[in-house]
């Protein structure tokens, strides 16, 4: 029997223990699913929006590869850091271990005032609403309550998530998982204002039609861009690009079709015609053109943000035009990309923040380390959609099967779980896994909502070990 383990239950894990058992040139395989939370599925249950409930669908078929009787979930177990495991007491217990461990930091904005309160990651905030056990229920509770106004700065998918959960009346929030304390703090939350800036122009952003469209569809909220803006935007005046500049994706051409639309209704919002008629009660503005020069502060908190006006720079690029525009905010959430963070134990490059490695197999000194495999975007950046996993995953299983033979002769434990818990450590396995859900449905009904999330570290270990209950 080939013993493999798999660090990391989001899609690449999984996926990659789906790869495993679809297989068929090692008919016996034994694959056991590593987590450091308690609960599965990575950033499919901690990272996809409250609010879209088809993709967070995808936790079914998720499931179906982690019910499967040759796969074991075993949660509430690190590797790396001061309380993990190393991946040298991991590769004991196993012929084979795949990394699939994302890319869990964000990028900064490396302006000044970025570490003032009140400015935090995207990420966080992300987090904050999906109930990661590791943020505090209350991180956003002052901020949310005393901004009126926010700033998320970057163009792509996260930033609109943000934006649109800022924006959405908590009221229809009330039906997904969000954790009772952050509903609690959107429902009081007084920010009436929402800014999505970017440096470059809308054709330079990363979001996808259908998120920006969601956007417009938000009841009691509005939504303006800038004409000059959109107008500056080559891809959308027509203005000759590069030499040999090839035509806007079909993305970008949609996605400047909705701006267009927005922008039509004018750039400008006149609040008291908005009070006047009991419309929206909260406005989201798409702005372009603008780089983050540095956070504001008063009173010890970020009080806005300073950005300089750029302008296309007829290659393709931007440049700095020497005007400066500042936007009002007790808020700033940055969503500018994400980055791997180093494993202790594994080799890890820098600069790509990734671990080096061929199709898949870990390169320690350049040379391929015996067992030791990554996937997902601990492997290739944080590039792609959730589905990218499934060829990166095939690909390093196809190098982990064709070393088989060998990988088999290693040693391996018999039992696991067993052996960590010898080790002091509690694993959290798939019963313990059933019981948390348990906790949350009778969460949710004592509520009068549907499963509502258990957001902190003891209330879930407390759920996982009721299993027998």
């Known amino acids: 029997m080939l013993s493999v383990a798999v660090v990391g239950s989001g899609p690449s894990g999984v996926y990659t223990a789906q790869a495993l058992l679809r297989q068929s040139s090692v008919p016996d395989v034994r694959v056991h699913v590593l987590d450091r939370l308690p609960a599965p599925y990575g950033l499919v249950r901690y990272g996809v929006a409250p609010d879209h409930e088809k993709i967070k669908s995808l936790q079914n078929s998720l499931r179906a590869v982690l019910e499967d009787e040759r796969v074991t979930f075993v949660g509430n177990v690190g590797v790396g850091g001061p309380d993990g495991l190393s991946p040298a007491r991991l590769a004991e217990l196993y012929h084979a271990v795949v990394y699939c461990v994302g890319a869990s930091a964000d990028r900064s904005l490396e302006v000044p005032g970025e570490g003032l309160p009140g400015s935090y990651s995207a990420t ?52 997904t998982d969000v954790p009772r304390a952050a509903l609690g703090t959107l429902e009081r939350s007084r920010v ?179 067992g030791e495999y990554v996937a997902g975007w601990i492997k290739r950046g944080p590039t792609g959609v959730i589905g990218s996993n499934l060829s990166c995953a095939k690909e390093t299983v196809a190098s982990l099967l064709a070393d088989a033979p060998a990988l088999a002769l290693r040693p391996a434990a018999d039992d696991p779980p067993a052996v960590l818990r010898s080790w002091g450590l509690r694993p959290v396995e798939w019963g313990g896994w059933l019981a948390i859900e348990r906790a949350e449905a009778e969460l949710g009904r004592s509520l009068g909502r549907g499963p509502v999330k258990i957001p902190d570290w003891p209330g879930l270990l407390a759920a996982a070990r009721d299993k027998d209950r």
């Open 192 to 370: 009436r204002e929402v800014h999505i800036v970017g440096r470059r122009g809308p054709s330079g952003a990363r979001f996808t039609t259908k998120e920006l469209r969601e956007l417009g569809a938000l009841p009691g909220a509005r939504v303006s861009v800038d004409p000059a803006e959109l107008a500056l935007d080559p891809a959308y005046s027509g203005a000759a690009g590069p030499a040999g500049a090839p035509a806007p994706p079909a993305v970008v051409r949609r996605n400047l079709e909705v701006l267009r639309g927005w922008a039509a209704g004018g750039g400008a919002v006149d609040d008291a015609s908005d009070r006047a008629s009991g419309g929206a009660v909260r406005r989201v503005r798409l702005r372009f053109f603008l780089r983050p020069a540095e956070l504001l502060e008063r009173d010890g908190r970020v009080a806005g943000v300073r950005f300089a006006r750029t302008a296309p720079d007829g290659t393709g690029g931007i440049r700095d035009t020497g005007a400066y525009e500042d936007i009002p905010a007790g808020l700033v959430l940055r969503a500018v990309g994400y980055r791997g963070v180093e494993l202790p134990g594994l080799p890890f490059d820098p600069v790509r923040g990734t671990v080096p490695h061929t199709a898949g197999r870990v390169l320690r000194n350049g040379v391929p380390s015996p």
């Open 124 to 175: 966080r905030f992300v987090s904050w609403y999906s109930a990661h056990p590791d943020v505090g229920a209350d991180s956003f509770a002052r901020d949310a309550l005393e901004a009126r106004s926010a700033v998320v700065i970057g163009v792509g998918n996260v930033a609109v998530d943000v934006a649109r959960i800022l924006a959405r009346d908590a009221d229809e929030l009330r039906r």
